[in-house]
RNA sequence: GGGCGCGUAGCUCAGAUGGCAAGAGCGCUUCCCUUACAAGGAAGAGGCCGGGGGUUCGAGUCCCUCCGCGCCCACCA
């Protein structure tokens, strides 16, 4: 039955990577086998990494998890459906070409087919057509891609290589324009011309989600207004620039000292614009003086108040951050024209030095700090800007649709549980719809048209949809039916959507695309919905949420049962760690230094949700694991069992029962998720193996005592290392699988996954307590001579233990083993209160 | 301002439904080349379990409160 055993005299850890990648390759070893049915399959939504983005340990700490459950569901016996995207799509990957090449994208240059890129970006960035631009990033992230991929296989991810995707390659555009076509006939996406958040710098609209405040610097300024009476009505603002912008000057309807005010009409200083005093109940009587100036637009709640009091728009901010050249109706325009075209900044500091000079300011600038809403990638703060966009509606304004997607977070398996919260906070403090639509270059484009009208203008009511089987397209360049391509950009013909998808859009059918949804509807129906979603906590206000809108959308239910929620890696000094903290640590020369199963233990030892400090002792610690598995492996299977070889001893049926309870319990924390107490367990139970039962049964597994004893123990020792194997092939893959081939055919990876009751049975009716007593009866023994400063071989001469009677007769069977392993020639035995050992040791005769 | 998480040996962390006379590894001390392993092995020292209250026969584990740290969210006048 068993192979011949090829067991190395000196077997070591350097090359088992490079081996066993390229072999577990060739015989498909984490193949997808699709004719499993649903019931058959783990399917995991594996987390894209922006491959635009630098590697670091963040990424083998979280992807280490997941391959830790695919492992482990492999084992047990599921088809594991594990691919891997890549999210080439995007922001990202626009910065980092046009940093790389030096180069920008101008969409209004033709294409030029002969283009090269100059081989050292340049001092000013180089205008290329946005197909050139596109064909650029593609070049660029497949190089990225490569890195990743070479990274991931070094580490022993088990994923199926056959099943990677991109989120720009054909089958994602084909999925994201699909899926935006169904929610926009259901309803559920929808296109508007109103007032939202803008990068000035990158030139696009920005979603909720990608927002994040940073403190800065600011100044309050207070401003004379002028009642009609002549009074001045003081009002504090942060943004004096906006001035111009002021439609309305609003406080709360309680405050008693402008109840008198609210009807009337104000003046505002400088520009001399007539503007209703209103009130609202988010004024804030505790702020500044309790009114405040509101402008088109300085922030969200400039947007809310002009929204719900009906207010007009007096916009002055360009999409590039300048004061646009005109001024709007109904303001004195001598001192506007001082702030035109300028930027913000400029605008602020000149639109100060008039109302000083008009004396319309009220003593000098008070320096605060405060929070300002940025871009999350961006450097400058975001504007305000009307404009007209695509949105998916999210429950932002829809409570019915908010419940129902709050109550999808429930039905979800969250681990750990808390992070449920995460998600519920996200989804109740919505304040609008999700803006999908972006005025980039790198991403999916939507699939629409418009007609133009006889004077050249776009009928935004009617646009025209791609049909479904046509897709992926660009409308840029592919004509609508009903049309000819000689009609584009011409009266009565039509004009292709200038936008692309935010990046979310797409991968927030990550599942879908994953599953092949509609392209392969046979795999689609065993695979999805997933079983698993990996991923950070600080996305799961994007990608999470997302994820469930749209399949909440599209197919009324969850795209998987359960989410998995990783921790961070900090540095040392507990800051996460990442790029512009310069601690990062490269990856690769970090898998160079230890090794792949020493860099998966560390990461493994991080409990599920748990940032984990970067560690080296630990990867030490998990390379010398490694280490001892193959050395201690050599010399269990340096002997061979009988093949009718039966545990009959004691203490080697103590040592199957306890291992049928590890079994059990890592079993138990693997099916929770929680990988790290499985390898907490299995680690600990077999450093006591190889300390205490390897040294107890030594003499006996070697022939020491000869007949059924020797053949119990070498069969004992091969049980518990197949064991043993199995439990640790999910952290150690390498290690594992080439001690496994020492002797045993296939891979450890598609092997069973042990099961406690096997060994249970095996065990029979026994104390488990024999092996702890024989292993604390060889501690003292070993404490004695470890005192005497003498070598642990020293010969006892005679070794008397002292234990209760209930423990001596435990020993009693054991008793033989304990003596061989401390080298007792006569080991006697004595009642007492507690465990305790005398010895006479053998006087050393001088070498 | 609201919410979540964390605070256990010098360091990194375990301690599931309360029973612990408090654990692991690293580091530290002492000893040992024992025929699986000296990039090893054996033995050992080291904690008012953040502070204060409370519930209980019993609390690191439950409740209250305070302190410190991290993160998420929040309408930026």
């Given at each position: 039955?068993?192979?011949?055993?090829?067991?190395?005299?000196?077997?070591?850890?350097?090359?088992?990577?490079?081996?066993?990648?390229?072999?577990?390759?060739?015989?498909?070893?984490?193949?997808?086998?699709?004719?499993?049915?649903?019931?058959?399959?783990?399917?995991?939504?594996?987390?894209p990494?922006?491959?635009s983005?630098?590697?670091?340990?963040?990424h083998?700490?979280?992807?280490?998890?997941?391959?830790?459950?695919?492992?482990?569901?492999?084992?047990?016996?599921?088809?594991?459906?594990?691919?891997?995207?890549?999210?080439?799509?995007?922001?990202?990957?626009?910065?980092?070409?046009?940093?790389?090449?030096?180069?920008?994208?101008?969409?209004?240059?033709?294409?030029?087919?002969?283009?090269?890129?100059?081989?050292e970006?340049?001092?000013?960035?180089?205008?290329?057509?946005?197909?050139?631009?596109?064909?650029?990033?593609?070049?660029?992230?497949?190089?990225?891609?490569?890195?990743?991929?070479?990274?991931?296989?070094?580490?022993?991810?088990?994923?199926?290589?056959?099943?990677?995707?991109?989120?720009?390659?054909?089958?994602?555009?084909?999925?994201?324009?699909?899926?935006?076509?169904?929610n926009?006939?259901?309803?559920?996406?929808?296109?508007?011309?109103?007032?939202?958040?803008?990068?000035?710098?990158?030139?696009?609209?920005?979603?909720?989600?990608?927002?994040?405040?940073?403190?800065?610097?600011?100044?309050?300024?207070?401003?004379?207004?002028?009642?009609?009476?002549?009074?001045d009505?003081?009002?504090?603002?942060?943004?004096?620039?906006?001035?111009?912008?002021?439609?309305?000057?609003?406080?709360?309807?309680?405050?008693?000292?402008?109840?008198?005010?609210?009807?009337q009409?104000?003046t505002?200083?400088?520009?001399?614009?007539?503007?209703?005093?209103?009130?609202?109940?988010?004024?804030?009587?505790?702020?500044?003086?309790?009114?405040?100036?509101?402008?088109?637009?300085?922030?969200?709640?400039?947007?809310?108040?002009?929204?719900?009091?009906?207010?007009?728009?007096?916009?002055?901010?360009?999409?590039?951050?300048?004061?646009?050249?005109?001024?709007?109706?109904?303001?004195?325009?001598?001192?506007?024209?001082e702030?035109a075209?300028?930027?913000?900044?400029?605008?602020?500091?000149?639109?100060?030095?008039?109302?000083?000079?008009?004396?319309?300011?009220?003593?000098?600038?008070?320096?605060?700090?405060?929070?300002?809403?940025?871009?999350?990638?961006?450097?400058?703060?975001?504007?305000?800007?009307?404009?007209?966009?695509?949105?998916?509606?999210?429950?932002?304004?829809?409570?019915?649709?908010?419940d129902?997607?709050?109550?999808?977070?429930?039905?979800?398996?969250?681990?750990?549980?808390?992070?449920?919260?995460?998600?519920?906070?996200?989804?109740?403090?919505?304040n609008?719809?999700?803006?999908?639509?972006?005025?980039?270059?790198?991403?999916?484009?939507?699939?629409?048209?418009?007609?133009?009208?006889?004077?050249?203008?776009?009928?935004?009511?009617?646009?025209?949809?791609?049909?479904?089987?046509?897709?992926?397209v660009?409308?840029?360049?592919?004509?609508?039916?009903?049309?000819?391509?000689?009609q584009?950009?011409?009266?009565?013909?039509?004009?292709?959507?200038?936008?692309?998808?935010?990046?979310?859009?797409t991968?927030?059918?990550s599942?879908?695309?994953?599953?092949?949804?509609?392209?392969d509807?046979?795999?689609?129906?065993?695979?999805?919905?997933?079983?698993?979603?990996?991923?950070?906590?600080?996305?799961?206000?994007?990608?999470?949420?997302?994820?469930?809108?749209?399949?909440?959308?599209?197919?009324?239910?969850?795209?998987w049962?359960?989410?998995?929620?990783?921790?961070?890696?900090?540095?040392?000094?507990?800051?996460?760690?990442?790029?512009?903290?310069?601690?990062?640590?490269?990856?690769?020369?970090?898998?160079?230094?230890?090794?792949?199963?020493?860099?998966?233990?560390?990461?493994?030892?991080g409990?599920?949700?748990?940032?984990?400090?970067?560690?080296?002792?630990?990867?030490?610690?998990?390379?010398?694991?490694?280490?001892?598995?193959?050395?201690?492996?050599?010399?269990?299977?340096?002997?061979?069992?009988?093949?009718?070889?039966?545990?009959?001893?004691?203490l080697?049926?103590?040592?199957?029962?306890?291992?049928?309870?590890?079994?059990?319990?890592?079993?138990?924390?693997?099916?929770?998720?929680?990988?790290?107490?499985?390898?907490e367990?299995?680690?600990?139970?077999?450093?006591?193996?190889?300390?205490?039962?390897?040294?107890?049964?030594?003499?006996?597994?070697?022939?020491?005592?000869?007949?059924?004893?020797?053949?119990?123990?070498?069969?004992?020792l091969?049980?518990?290392?197949?064991?043993?194997?199995?439990?640790?092939?999910?952290?150690?893959?390498?290690?594992?699988?080439?001690?496994?081939?020492?002797?045993?055919?296939?891979?450890?990876?598609?092997?069973?996954?042990?099961?406690?009751?096997?060994?249970?049975?095996?065990?029979?009716?026994?104390?488990?307590?024999?092996?702890?007593?024989?292993?604390?009866?060889?501690?003292?023994?070993?404490?004695?001579?470890?005192?005497?400063?003498?070598?642990?071989?020293?010969?006892?001469?005679?070794?008397?233990?002292?234990?209760?009677?209930?423990?001596?007769?435990?020993?009693?069977?054991?008793?033989?083993?304990?003596?061989?392993?401390?080298?007792?020639?006569?080991?006697?035995?004595?009642?007492?209160?507690?465990?305790?050992?005398?010895?006479?040791?053998?006087?050393?005769?001088?070498?």
């Amino acid at each position: 039955m068993t192979a011949p055993r090829n067991v190395p005299q000196k077997p070591a850890l350097e090359g088992l990577e490079a081996k066993w990648d390229e072999i577990w390759e060739a015989d498909g070893t984490y193949r997808f086998d699709r004719t499993a049915t649903r019931d058959q399959v783990y399917s995991i939504d594996t987390p894209p990494p922006t491959v635009s983005g630098s590697l670091h340990v963040g990424h083998i700490f979280s992807y280490t998890h997941t391959d830790t459950l695919a492992r482990f569901h492999r084992m047990r016996g599921k088809q594991v459906y594990y691919p891997m995207g890549w999210d080439d799509n995007g922001l990202p990957t626009e910065r980092r070409v046009q940093n790389y090449f030096g180069v920008r994208c101008d969409p209004s240059l033709p294409y030029d087919p002969d283009f090269q890129p100059p081989d050292e970006p340049g001092k000013d960035q180089l205008p290329i057509s946005r197909r050139n631009f596109v064909e650029l990033c593609v070049q660029l992230t497949a190089t990225d891609e490569q890195a990743f991929e070479e990274l991931w296989r070094r580490l022993g991810l088990s994923i199926d290589w056959s099943l990677t995707y991109a989120t720009i390659d054909e089958r994602s555009r084909r999925a994201s324009q699909r899926a935006f076509l169904r929610n926009l006939a259901r309803g559920e996406a929808y296109q508007s011309e109103a007032p939202s958040l803008w990068d000035v710098t990158f030139r696009t609209a920005v979603a909720q989600a990608e927002l994040e405040d940073r403190e800065r610097p600011g100044a309050y300024h207070r401003l004379a207004f002028h009642l009609s009476d002549g009074a001045d009505l003081p009002i504090d603002t942060t943004r004096p620039e906006l001035l111009a912008a002021c439609v309305a000057v609003v406080a709360h309807p309680d405050d008693q000292r402008y109840q008198p005010l609210f009807g009337q009409t104000i003046t505002t200083p400088l520009f001399k614009a007539a503007v209703p005093m209103v009130a609202h109940t988010l004024a804030d009587p505790e702020k500044g003086t309790g009114a405040a100036m509101i402008c088109t637009f300085g922030d969200t709640t400039d947007v809310t108040w002009w929204r719900e009091l009906n207010l007009p728009v007096r916009a002055i901010v360009d999409r590039g951050g300048r004061i646009v050249a005109d001024a709007p109706e109904g303001i004195d325009p001598a001192p506007y024209a001082e702030i035109a075209g300028r930027t913000i900044h400029g605008a602020q500091q000149r639109t100060v030095e008039l109302l000083k000079e008009s004396g319309e300011l009220i003593g000098e600038p008070r320096a605060i700090t405060h929070p300002v809403k940025f871009f999350e990638k961006g450097q400058r703060p975001l504007e305000i800007v009307t404009s007209r966009q695509w949105y998916i509606r999210n429950g932002g304004r829809d409570p019915a649709l908010r419940d129902a997607l709050i109550e999808r977070g429930r039905k979800l398996d969250w681990v750990p549980e808390h992070m449920r919260v995460r998600y519920e906070n996200w989804v109740g403090g919505l304040n609008g719809d999700w803006l999908i639509s972006r005025q980039r270059f790198f991403g999916v484009p939507f699939p629409i048209w418009y007609p133009l009208d006889a004077d050249g203008q776009p009928d935004y009511d009617h646009p025209v949809a791609a049909d479904e089987a046509s897709l992926p397209v660009d409308p840029s360049s592919e004509t609508p039916s009903g049309y000819t391509e000689d009609q584009r950009d011409q009266p009565g013909g039509f004009t292709a959507d200038p936008d692309v998808m935010d990046t979310w859009a797409t991968s927030s059918l990550s599942p879908q695309i994953a599953c092949y949804w509609e392209d392969d509807p046979d795999l689609f129906e065993r695979t999805f919905p997933m079983d698993l979603r990996p991923q950070a906590h600080e996305i799961i206000r994007t990608w999470l949420f997302a994820t469930v809108t749209r399949a909440h959308f599209e197919h009324g239910g969850l795209p998987w049962s359960t989410a998995a929620i990783s921790g961070w890696v900090l540095d040392p000094d507990r800051k996460k760690m990442s790029k512009s903290k310069g601690n990062v640590v490269t990856p690769m020369d970090t898998l160079e230094t230890f090794g792949a199963d020493a860099l998966r233990y560390w990461a493994s030892s991080g409990r599920p949700g748990t940032d984990t400090a970067f560690e080296e002792g630990q990867m030490k610690v998990g390379r010398r694991l490694a280490v001892k598995i193959l050395n201690a492996s050599r010399f269990v299977l340096g002997q061979e069992p009988a093949a009718d070889a039966q545990p009959t001893e004691t203490l080697d049926r103590a040592l199957l029962s306890r291992l049928a309870d590890l079994i059990d319990d890592a079993t138990a924390a693997f099916d929770k998720g929680d990988y790290a107490r499985a390898l907490e367990g299995t680690e600990t139970s077999f450093w006591s193996f190889t300390d205490d039962y390897l040294e107890l049964v030594k003499n006996r597994a070697y022939g020491g005592r000869g007949g059924p004893a020797g053949e119990s123990a070498r069969y004992t020792l091969e049980t518990a290392l197949t064991a043993y194997l199995k439990l640790f092939a999910p952290f150690l893959p390498y290690v594992t699988e080439e001690v496994w081939s020492w002797w045993q055919q296939g891979s450890v990876h598609r092997s069973g996954w042990p099961v406690g009751a096997e060994l249970r049975a095996a065990a029979g009716d026994v104390n488990p307590e024999a092996a702890a007593v024989a292993a604390d009866a060889l501690r003292e023994i070993r404490r004695i001579k470890s005192d005497a400063k003498v070598r642990l071989a020293t010969t006892v001469t005679t070794a008397t233990v002292t234990d209760t009677a209930e423990r001596l007769a435990i020993l009693e069977q054991v008793a033989d083993d304990v003596a061989d392993a401390g080298r007792c020639r006569e080991l006697l035995t004595a009642v007492g209160p507690e465990l305790s050992v005398t010895a006479e040791l053998e006087t050393e005769t001088a070498a």
